[in-house]
Structures are given as structure tokens and as C-alpha cells.
């Protein structure tokens, strides 16, 4: 109920048109509350009373009624669908947007299915309430009232028997109200856990198949599915109990009308009339009290949905531009990094820790290091896509957390380790940072990036889309995109986490060469496993469990010994008897039979392919 | 108003938006999920006719009241006119109740089983079927689509059936009670149908507009979100949020707006028409009254039996929607439980026994059946059990195939594949994949403990075993530096491990399966130089003793391997030892030189 009313501030904008249903509403309901009362007439003063005049005029009168009652309906069903569709449209506007500035730190641990659900599903269900649920309830409220009125200014002692039945009435059907709540909680997490196991099925279907895993699965997926059945046969007994139970008690009042009112005829207190306007009216409250159940359900479900859209909402966007944060435009380039520490939530242990480093302008710096040392939360923290947990990182002098973020990363070319593409042309993803840029500036990055070649070779060149719907690139090619991309915004900073890693070995010294030139006057950051690219790094960082362990340029490092010796030797190793290796097999040739000579550093060697 | 916006076209034209009108075929093919609660289907339906009977009869009984008891001043017949309505209404409770709870369990098993039938028709179908269907198409068939047929079978068909027998019980009745009163209600009725089919064809537009909005929203949401780095990393949140604001939402709204216009038209003219029916009522009926053809009763009836006979009509067309939306999703899963299994145990197919795990490809080709270019051409292999074979070559040279043939995610189009010189199509896939290992480029993971992952390689594994195999390929230090050891969650994506550790995961699952074949396609993606070396181990302890496949990528893997195989087109180009082939100076050469990638 609660997030019911918090969510309900997003009717504000339409006070005066949620006014005005209202007042329609009320004018609605007044109008139908003479319709039994003309019927009277027509029994008391037309039929018993012998005036035909009476019977035209109820006719007349009757008519008249329905049409004008049509034309409150009318408008006042247009205008709670228009401010359904509007706080919908609203809810939907400030969730898309909400959820774009959500830190990193939350995405990493919100499944992407259930976001989007919000946004559809659960807003459906506010704006469904919001529009006619809301109205119908403010009606059943009116019309009891006007009903009471009027049956108790016509007779007491009936009104009080006839209304007795509709008592339980309404207590069966918001007690069922908050049952159903609950019952239908668990049918959506049974039909979560459907849907869980189809998405792991699908997509985990190879190695299903490859350990002949289809039985214990579909075993799996039956418990699950049993489930779903069960917790929905919960909530249809209740149904069955509520729905034939409120229907008899309405029958039950007409009974009960009959049979006293009856008596009151007879004993002439009442008339006949009377108790067909007492029948009309019970049958009047009747609807919507059993459209009540409905309703509660309604309310049930967008309570739910509330809760789980301000369950979004409510998520503070930790990392955005605090108030009078600086507009940093001519970025110089400098990066500091204080006494950082970084811990994720749900972690044990810190990915950063004790970092101190400074970076003047226009160096290259290299990272490397084993997987999970944590080189990429270290980069991640430069566009402050995490806030540091202890210590601060500095652009410029000035920390991060007081810069204007867009400006901030609008001068920083990030490749990311896994280059997501949007479904759209190869054009417009090149210039997704700078949607404005000129055709020129797009075939110049992909140039640069190693792209415009295989771009050209697709019968759409630029304007191929790629993604689901249009052509599936490979991951090397993806990579190569996603350079071009951040090339374009011709960055102060350059971030290339692992960009390299799947495209091939020509590509990457091609890309390198590339590379190498806009490196220049940027500083750049190199996250990378192969030495080739580290060893001209102006700053080589090794790092090991969150910490930097050894730092300098390649030549000071080798001396020093370390964790970065033992790598190098280790590449090195493979690089050199590679080359040996291609030497001794030049110098074999012709003479092809001796290839058991070399088998002994065949087997031991290694090479970073 | 008319939008000017418009979603691209393969949103309009997706098969979700497509309008599918009442389909026999597709009601036949559903209706095979509801034949086997035919029995209970009949009961239900027999208890609804009699609820209907019941309810229609209740103003009946008022006019009865009135007429017989008040108006005739006999107390006593109108107590037992009251009891008798009393009784019939208590008999009406108690057969809704049971026909509420009968029809929707039925509901909820056909519901059920057709879930199960979809699953397990899912096992079946060959891999090909998953590389044209995503995940999120098969997740909106099992839940959205079945979904869709909850609404039909507990509540469309329910409620038109319903309203049917409500129509026709109200419609004997009034014809029973006063002919010429009838023939005035039902001369509205034309009315009615007209402004119903003109509803229909106007709504049936705006409500596909509507589903077009709901897809639009939903695919532009899905990628903004999965891509949430990236549009934070370029700052285009603004930008994102404008299209978001003035085309895609926008477009939702106008269609909704669009679509509420004409529907909070409908309601009202129906009202409207029901108004002029009880008016007519009132003043014929009245004046029949008055000249003594009809008693007051009667015409009391009369007005309470006007306001059900519209009830229903109006109820109808708005369930028509449902029926129309289930029909497009009705058609859908049929659609797919049709899809037919390509690859499929013989009638008579074996167990095969314990194998050594010698392998033969004699003459085999293979293509894909939507397409005749040959992926593989008159392949011929012998493989002795225990060697290890590196496949080589660019790619879609065709060495995936090639494994795929031998674990039979495909047959071949020609030749035959054989396992200790069984044919694989002789054999039951189970008995043959139960002694196959695989592991795959992109080590997945399942949502569950570490523990649970591996112990997918054999279910009835022990918990010592898992920790030895998981010693064995040299993963146990990293599982034990996790937040819960062996009992940590992977989390979707398996976002909590590295690469290399989800691979190394995924060796200690197939080593402990401990199968006598063993496919692996290596990983391209570089992982960092210790992770690498920890992998080389686990490989070579994984390979030994076993028939391997391997779709090599590391040089350590290739030169290794008992025999390397150089495809490329399809074609079986060199085979060969390491320096045998590097001595020839042909297409191993050549590879060799530039670095064995893509």
C-alpha cells in the first residue's frame, strides 16, 4: 500500500484532470442512481396508478438517462485512459533514464531480463490501476453512499435487510484481496524459476547435449514447472471460493426483498414499485462490489509492481555529477591516483589497494599482471565508472568525483574488453560518442582502426547494421569497431582494456602501427598480456592482487627481476626458439627428413600465439 | 490523431505483430493438449449449463414473486416461491464453485503439460535450431506465448462459452415470457452488430500498433540496458534519452491513446443502445400492462432480462481480443513443437556398450539442409583410441563440423561416422554422449554453486571426486580462495570468474565425467601467462589416455598432438606430425608462419 501511494505522485501533473474524471464520475453516478427510481414510477404510478402520460415519460425519461449517462461514461473513460497512458509514459521516461545512470556497481549484479520487465510489465500494471481501477473504486464508494441514501429515505427496515448479505460481501473480498496478493507473488517467482531454467537450458544447451545432461534437465525443469501449477491451482481455489459466493449473496438480498418487502406490500407500507427499485439497487451495488475482487487484484498487482519500480528508483545514481562540479574542457591529461583502494560489494577481498601513482600528460602507460590482479578495475576508475572506497583518483589535479561527468568522458576513448556493438548501421556506431561527426571523421577512425577495409567489403559498407537483425561480425572485427569508436572522439585519454585479444596476429601489428601514432600526445592506458605492446610503454605497472608490485619502464624492470622477468622469459622463450625455430626450418629445407632433430625444443616450446 | 512516427520495419514486420484471425488449424493443434480431460471438460460444461439455467431463471422467480405472491396478496405462495429460488440459487453456488475449480485445473494442466511437451521437444532438436532461435525467442514461446493461452483456456473460451449460454438461456426465456417485448428488445439488436464490427475493425488496427509500440520499447530497453557500459562510457545518456522520450515512448503513448479513443467509444454506444431497448420496454410493455396483455411481473422480468441479454454482448467483444492475441501465440508454440528433430535415435537403435574410443569418418560430407554448399567433402579419418588429433585450419574450414559430426549434433549428409566401428546413427545419442566429453570455446557455466558446475560432468559424483578432479586440472586453489569455496554462486554470465578460471571449471567438469572421447575446442581469447601455463597442465592431464579432439589453437596443443590435421574447404588437406608437416612447406607451413588465428 505504501509504494502504492509513494508511486501515486506521478498522478500530480494531471490533479486537475483526475479532478475533473471525478467530478464526472459523481455526476455519472447520481444520474444512474435515478434509473430504479423512474422504474418505480413506472410500476407505482404507471401500471398500478393506471397514467399512461407517467409510462411516456419514463420511457422519455429512461432514454434521456442513458444517453447522457453514456456521455459522461464516455469522456470519463477517455479521460482516465489518457491519464493511465500519460503516467505510464512518465513512469516509463524516468525509469529508461533512471537506469542509464545507474553505476557500473549495479549493473553488474541486476539481471538485464528484470529491468526490462519493470519497465514494461510492472508500469502496466500502474498504469492499468492508476487509469481504471482507481476510478471504478472512487465509483463503488460514490454509489454505495447515494444507494444507502437513497434506500434508507424509502424504507429502513428493508435498506438494513437487503444490505445485510452485501456485508460479508465486501469483507470476503478484501480479506481474498490480500490472500491473492500472496498467492500471486508466488507465482511469479514459480514462473521466474520456469523461465530461469529455459534460459540456462538454451543457452548451456551444448554442453546439456554434450553430457547427455537432457534428462536430469528436463527433470529439473519439471520440479519447476509443477511449481508454476501448483501455486496457480492455489490461487483458482480461492477464485472458485470468491466469485459463485459474492454472485449467491447478491441473489440473496433479492430474496431477502422479496420475501420482506413482499410482507410489506401486502401489509401496504410499501409498494410494488419499491421493491423492484430496492432489487435494481442491490443489483446496482452488486457489480462493482464483486468487481471489487478485481479490483483488489488490480491493486494487488500494481502494488507489486510499485514496489518493484521504486525498488529501482529508489537505487541512488551514486555516480553522477554532484552539484557546481567543474566543466573540465581542455583535459591536460594528468592522472593521479591516491592511496586507492577499491572493494566491490559481495566481495571478500579488495581489488584495489594501497594504489599511489602519478601520470604526466601524454604517457603511455602499460598495465599487466595475472587475471583478477586488477588492472581493469583500475582502469575503470579513471571515467569513474566506480566510485574509489577509500582514497581518491585525480584527473588534472582535481578529483573525479568533482568533475561534470559527461564532460569528463567525452575526452576519454574507452575499449572495453568485450566491444558491444548496437544494432544499427556501422556508421552510427562509430560515432556513437559523437553522433555529429562527418562521414570523413568516421572513414578516418576506421581507417586508423584497421576497419574501413572489411566495412567496404559489405555490400552496405558504412551503412550495414550489425547486431541481431542485420550481419553478425566476428570478434575481431567487433574489436576493430569498437577502436574506431573511441578513436573518434579523438580522446585525451585513451583506455584500451585487452582490445587486442581477438583479432589476429597481422590485424594487431597493422592496428599497432596504427595505434602507435595516436598515441601520441594522449595518455594512454594499455591493458595487455602480449609484451610486444607493453615494452614501449613510458610506465609499465605489474600487478598482483590489487596491488602494484613492481613499476618502471621495460628495461629498469628486467634488471629488477620480479613477477614481470618471469613473464617476459616466459613470452620471450617462445618468441625466440619461434624464431630459431623458422630460421632452422629454412635452413631444412630440401632436406626435410631430419625433422626428429628438433623434437626436444619442439615439445617444451611455447609461444603467445 | 495520427502518429508520424513509425518504428523500423522489422519491428512492424516481426511475426509477433502479425494479426492472426480464428484459425482452425491452430485451434485443431491446441485442441490435442485439452483431449485427454475430455471427461472433465464435459462435466465442467454440463455444470455450466446448469448454472446457467439457474441464473436465468432468477428473474423468473421475481416476476413469479410479484405476481403470484404480492400482487395475488398470498403470503404463503410467496414464501414458497422464495424458498424454491432460495434453493435453486444454493444448488447454482455449489455447481459454479465445482465448475470454476474443475475447469481451471484443467486449465492449468493443459497449461502444464504443454510447457513440458515444449521442453522436451527443445532437448531434441538438433543444435542447428538454436543457431537460428535466440534465447529470448525461446523464452516468450514457453512463458509469454503459453502465458497468452492461460488467458484463452481458463478465461476466453470459459467466458464465451459462458456468455453464449447466457444469450441463448436469456433469450428462450424472454421469448417464453412475452413474444412482441422480445421482438422490441431485439430490435436494437442490428445496432449492436453494426457498432460491434465497426469497433472490431478500428481496434484490430490500433491494438496491432499497440504490440508494435510494446516490441519497439521492449527491443530499444534491452539494448540500452545490456549495453549500459558503453552508453556511459560515451556519455550518450542525453541523446538516448530523447530518442527514448520523442520517438520510441512516444509512439507507445499515441498507440495507446490511439487505441483507449476507440474503446471508450464502444462501451457507452452499447449503454446508449441498451437504454433505448428498457425504454421501448418500459412504454410498450407498460401500455401492455395497463390494456391487461402482460401482468407487471412479466414486464419486471422483462426490464431485469434486457440488462443481461447486453451484459454478455458487451463482455464478448472485449474477450474477442484475447481470442485473437492467443490464436497469433497459439500458432507460435505449435509452430515449434512442429519444428521436426533432425537428428533422431533409429527405431531400433542400441545401447552402445563400453567403448574404447576408436574413430572413423569414411566418406563423409555434410551440408546444412537450408543450404547445398558442402561444408565438409568426402571426408575420411581413422583415429586409434588414446591419440590425440589437433584439427588446424581457417576459419569455417570446416573443423567444428567435423566434431560435431562425431558427437552427432548433426549426421552426415553422405558417408557414415563410427565409433569402434559402430555407425553413431545405430546407437542412442544418451548412450553415445555419456561417454563424450566436451568442452567448448565459451566455457558456460549454469547459475549454481562451483560445486554443481563440475559435478554436471557426473552427477553421482562425491564430493572427494569433484575436489580431485578439480585438483587435477589445478583449479582447487583459485575455488578455494573463493567467498564460499566449492559452495560459491556463479552468478549469470559466470561474472564472478575470470576466463581462465571458467575454463578451467569447465576441465574439471569433463575430466570428471572421465570420458573415453574428448572434444575441446580451445579458447582464442589470450588469458594472462600464468593462467596459461595452469591450463597447459590441466590440458595435458585432461588429453591423456583418451581419444582426443582437439580444435587447436595454442602451438604447445598442436605440436603435441599424436597428429595434426590441416583442413581447409572442407577438404582434409595435410596430416601429419608437427615437423613433418613444417618440413613439407605446405598449408601447415603457412599457417604456422603467421601465428595459427583466425
Known sequence: MKHLIRISTFLKPYTWQVLASLVILLTLTGLNLFVPRIIQSVIDDGLVGGQTMSLARSALLLFGLGLGSAFLNLSHRYISEWIAINVGYDLRNRLYDHIQYLPFSYHDHAQSGQLISRCIEDVRSIERFAGSSIAELVRFVFLSFGILFVMFSVNQSLAVISLLPIIPLILMTSSFGTKIGKLFFAVDSAVGEVSNRLQENVTGVQVVRAFAREEYETNRFEKANKAVFTTWVKVIDEWAKIMPTTNWLTLLSTMLILWFGGGMVMDGTLTIGAIVAFNAYILMMAEPAQALTGLVNAGGEAAAGAQRVLEVLDVAPAIRSKDGAIKLENLRGEIEFREVGLKYQNEKNASLDGINLKVEPNRLVALIGPTGSGKTSFVNLIPRFYDVSEGA????????????????????????????????SIKNNIAYGRPEAAIEDVLAAAKAAQAHEFIEGFPNGYETVVGERGVTLSGGQRQRVAIARALLMNPRILILDDSLSSVDTQTEKLIQIALDKLMEGRTTFVIAHRLSTVKRADMILVMDKGRIIQRGTHDALLKEGGLYKEIHDLQLVGQVRFSDEMEMVEDLLGAAAEGEMHENTLMQRRSDN | MTTRISPPAFITQSEEILDKMYDPRVARGL????????????????????????????????????????????????????????????????????????????????????????????????LSFYNRYSVGRVITRVINDVGTLREFITWAVLAIVRNLLGIVGTLIAMLALNLKLSMLTFAVLPFMVLATMAFRSVARKNYRKVRAAVSWTNSVLAENVNGVRVVQAFSRQERNYKTFKEYVNRYFYETSLDAARV??????????????????????????????????????????????????????????????????????????????????????????????GGVRFENVSFHYSDDPTLVLDQINLDVKAGETVALVGETGAGKTTIVKLLARFHDPTDGCVLVDGVDLRMVTQQSLRAQMGMVLQDPFLFNGTVKENILFGRLDASHEDVISAAQAVGAHDFILGLKDGYETLVEEGGATLSVGQRQLISFARALLANPRILILDEATSSVDIQTEQVIQRALARLLKGRTSFVIAHRLSTITNADRIIVIDGGNIIEQGRHEELLGSRGRYYELYKTGFQE
Do not use: C, W
Open chain 1, 393 to 424: 583518483v585525480l584527473v588534472d589535479g582535481h578529483d573525479v568525483r568533482g568533475i561534470d561527468l559527461a564532460a569528463l568522458r567525452k575526452q576519454i576513448g574507452i575499449v572495453l574488453q568485450t566491444s558491444l556493438l548496437f544494432s544499427d
Open chain 2, 263 to 356: 474503446a471508450s467509444v464502444y462501451t457507452p454506444v452499447v449503454d446508449v443502445l441498451g437504454a433505448v431497448a428498457t425504454a421501448l420496454v418500459v412504454y410498450v410493455g407498460g401500455t401492455a400492462v395497463l390494456g391487461e396483455s402482460i401482468t407487471p411481473g412479466v414486464l419486471i422480468a422483462f426490464v431485469l432480462y434486457v440488462d443481461r441479454f447486453f451484459e454478455p454482448i458487451r463482455d464478448l467483444s472485449r474477450r474477442f481480443d484475447t481470442l485473437q492475441s492467443t490464436m497469433a501465440g497459439g500458432e507460435r508454440i505449435l509452430e515449434l513443437l512442429n519444428t521436426e528433430v533432425d537428428v533422431q535415435d533409429a527405431e531400433n537403435a542400441k545401447e552402445l556398450g563400453v567403448i574404447v
Open chain 2, 31 to 126: 485442441l490435442r493438449f485439452v483431449k485427454p480431460y475430455a471427461r472433465q471438460m464435459s462435466v465442467a460444461l454440463l455444470f455450466m449449463i446448469l448454472v446457467t439455467a439457474a441464473s436465468v431463471s432468477g428473474p423468473y422467480f421475481v416476476k413469479l414473486a410479484i405476481d403470484d405472491g404480492i400482487a395475488a396478496n398470498d403470503p404463503v405462495s410467496l414464501r414458497r416461491i422464495v424458498l424454491i429460488f432460495l434453493a435453486v440459487s444454493i444448488f447454482q453456488l455449489g455447481f459454479n464453485y465445482l465448475r470454476v475449480r474443475i475447469m481451471s485445473r484443467v486449465g492449468q494442466h493443459v497449461l502444464y503439460d504443454v510447457r513440458m511437451a515444449m521442453f522436451g521437444h527443445l532437448q531434441k532438436l538438433s
